[in-house]
């Protein structure tokens, strides 16, 4: 029994119809992501300039805190106990937020594929992953590990609805001192970090005040706090030839200014704002004299002239975007970060980001680096 030319004709038809719906679903599926990649795009422009304000300010005071060369008598004096507690930890806050009204403006880069958003992308996980990771080893890396908890705390303590249309900005520094003692009890988030970095300025002003011969005269104007003592006895138990005057334990604060100072840059070529700021990476090279007994195994000997003094340095592992830390451009093994053509973080996309280079005249910058194969630990 044959098929008539009818049958053949409505069978055709249902197929075309069918390819017709299918095709024109993929199509109102491809267009509306078009549309959504591009309201994304626009907002994720328009969101990094808050974080970018944010990480720049956050960076440049941690440089402030972090580097030797920021340090003299004069504002030792003038700060006393250590740096403001609130007001660090504001720009902390200032920090997470930006980042919680990024990823909510934009559905975290939905349908953005491709060149500075994927590095922006991962460069936002690393530092998220430093702020948290418990991959280090040493007294020196356990300041300032942040709770996954207190950062979602903060993030949604900080970031404030603005105007009817619903907007998302971050509190401001005259909210944030309303909500810190009072209505929010903010301080509670935030004391353990505080903490934290008032041990890291107590100590560095404890070691400059021991060790340079015009400090010395000064006297140091610090109040002598008990327990932090008792824990910079026990931190040098076991350094039997005393050559450690005081441990820091601020390499975890410093890896962060450097991934910020990064994210600084990345936030600037998206924005398109052309910030035009300086923004300073603090020294990753330190003596002996402030790690803690047995950290490092091997130092890196200083580069002289007539050939190698007797002067070691240690350098601290980092795997930002500057060439002093991190030649190679990969990160640490334990971020899991690799892209698809295993190349690591910041490996090109389509688009192509250089940061500035901003090389500066610090102690142990002529050192020679030494390159670790488990570079994840100190």
């Known amino acids: 029994m044959g098929i008539d030319g009818s049958t053949i004709a409505a069978i055709l038809t249902g197929i075309l119809a069918l390819v017709g719906a299918v095709a024109t679903a993929w199509m109102s599926g491809w267009n509306q992501q078009r549309v959504e990649s591009r309201k994304n795009r626009k907002a994720l422009a328009r969101s990094s300039v808050p974080l970018l304000i944010a990480s720049w300010d956050l960076a440049n005071w ?29 720009l902390f806050g200032q920090y997470f937020a930006g980042v919680h009204i990024i990823r909510e403006m934009t559905q975290f880069f939905a349908h953005i594929q491709g060149g500075r958003a994927d590095q922006l992308k991962r460069l936002l996980w ?3 992953d430093e702020f948290v990771s418990m991959h280090y080893e040493g007294r020196e890396n356990i300041e300032l590990r942040w709770a996954e908890r207190h950062i979602l705390e903060v993030q949604e ?19 944030f001192q309303e909500n810190y003692k009072e209505k929010k009890n903010l301080w509670r988030c935030f004391k353990p970090y505080e903490d934290g970095f008032q041990r890291i300025v107590y100590r560095r002003f404890k070691y400059l005040y021991s060790t340079v011969e ?11 706090r008990d327990d932090e003592e008792a824990e910079i006895k026990k931190d040098l138990g076991k350094d039997e030839k005393r050559e450690v005057v005081v441990v820091i334990s601020d390499h975890r604060a410093r890896r962060l200014q450097h991934l910020l100072v990064d994210l600084v840059g990345l936030l600037d070529e998206e924005s398109g704002m052309k910030f035009n700021r300086p923004v300073r990476r603090c020294t990753m090279v330190v ?21 190698i003094s007797e002067t070691y340095h240690y350098r601290i592992p980092c795997d930002c975007y500057d060439d002093e830390c991190n030649q190679n451009r990969k990160p640490f093994k334990h971020r899991n970060l690799k892209n698809g053509s295993g190349e690591g973080l910041l490996s090109r996309g389509t688009s192509h980001w250089e940061p500035r280079t901003q090389h500066q005249m610090q102690d142990g910058s002529k050192s020679r680096r030494k390159v670790t194969d488990n570079c994840d630990q100190c």
């Open 62 to 90: 941690l440089y402030d805190i972090l580097e030797p060369i920021a340090y003299s008598p004069r504002r030792c004096k003038a700060y006393g106990d250590g740096w403001p507690s609130d007001f660090t930890s504001y």
């Open 126 to 128: 690393k530092i998220q």
């Open 157 to 175: 303590a900080m970031t404030v609805t603005d105007g009817a249309d619903g907007g998302l900005r971050a509190m401001r520094w005259i909210e």
């Open 214 to 224: 015009d400090w010395k005269r000064e006297g140091n104007p610090q109040e002598i």
């Open 287 to 307: 003596g002996k004299e402030v790690l803690a007994p047995g950290t490092a195994e091997t130092f890196e000997k200083e580069i002289v002239d007539d050939g």
